[in-house]
């Protein structure tokens, strides 16, 4: 997601530190010492956006540390400054939500092997072009960079309004024996079950309301 460069974001986020996780690139991240709840499970949101989707969780879901990941530093700004905007409303201080300014390449070189609990890929860029296929998300390569950093039996939900990417992702689930699909649709918002626990993102809400089609899928790592 990318935003024009807004000249706060720096300095708001360099006062606001503590809710950022900061990575040396020499060792792999401890994720016990980021979080003072360092016994619940951590769930990863690649992609984060705007934040709307890892904030309600992280105010829904009290005993889950969230990770709020995103390459775009001016958007991780963004985020947090929502984040706390809304923390600050509610009246809370939530300590299990963090964000990360960082790429989805560098999965394997910040996690520890099986220490994330659950991942999110929402709305992820479809990459449209066959020449940049690597590139997108739920590629067999980003797949087994998943199973390496989730734990046995872990769970990866991914939602998009793209059909062309969401056949892509089933293409690559099914040639891929680290994964099982535990839930699959092309229409969520006719699934009144699937909807009951929904958080919709930014980017969900809008398409939706546009009439188009939002597709899920449930998958779990199957050693």
């Known amino acids: 997601?990318?935003?024009?460069?807004?000249?706060?974001?720096?300095?708001?986020?360099?006062?606001?530190?503590?809710?950022?996780?900061?990575?040396?690139?020499?060792?792999?991240?401890?994720?016990?010492?980021?979080?003072?709840?360092?016994?619940n499970p951590v769930h990863l949101e690649i992609g984060c956006g705007k934040g709307n989707f890892v904030t309600k969780h992280a105010l829904r879901k009290k005993d889950v540390n969230f990770i709020g990941m995103e390459k775009e530093t001016t958007v991780v700004g963004v985020a947090l400054k929502k984040t706390l905007n809304e923390f600050q409303q509610k009246n809370v201080v939530n300590?299990?939500?963090?964000?990360?300014?960082?790429?989805?390449?560098?999965?394997?070189d910040i996690f520890v092997k099986e220490s994330i609990d659950k991942i999110y890929l929402n709305f992820s860029d479809p990459w449209p072009?066959?020449?940049?296929?690597?590139?997108?998300?739920?590629?067999?390569?980003?797949?087994?960079?998943?199973?390496?950093?989730?734990?046995?039996?872990?769970?990866?939900?991914?939602?998009?309004?793209?059909?062309?990417?969401?056949a892509f992702s089933l293409e690559q689930i099914l040639e891929n024996e680290n994964w099982e699909i535990v839930y699959q649709t092309t229409d969520l918002y006719k699934d009144a079950s699937a909807l009951k626990d929904n958080i919709p993102t930014e980017y969900e809400t809008?398409?939706?309301?546009?009439?188009?089609?939002i597709n899920k899928l449930i998958i779990k790592k199957t050693f």
């Open 129 to 166: 072009k066959a020449r940049h296929v690597k590139k997108r998300l739920t590629h067999k390569s980003f797949l087994d960079i998943y199973a390496n950093i989730i734990k046995s039996n872990g769970i990866l939900e991914f939602k998009t309004d793209n059909d062309g990417l969401f």
């Open 95 to 108: 300590d299990n939500l963090k964000y990360f300014n960082d790429y989805a390449e560098d999965l394997s």
């Open 206 to 213: 809008k398409f939706h309301n546009l009439g188009k089609n």
């Open 1 to 39: 997601m990318r935003l024009r460069n807004k000249p706060w974001v720096k300095e708001y986020l360099e006062n606001n530190r503590v809710y950022l996780i900061e990575w040396n690139k020499e060792e792999k991240l401890n994720l016990s010492d980021l979080f003072k709840n360092k016994n």
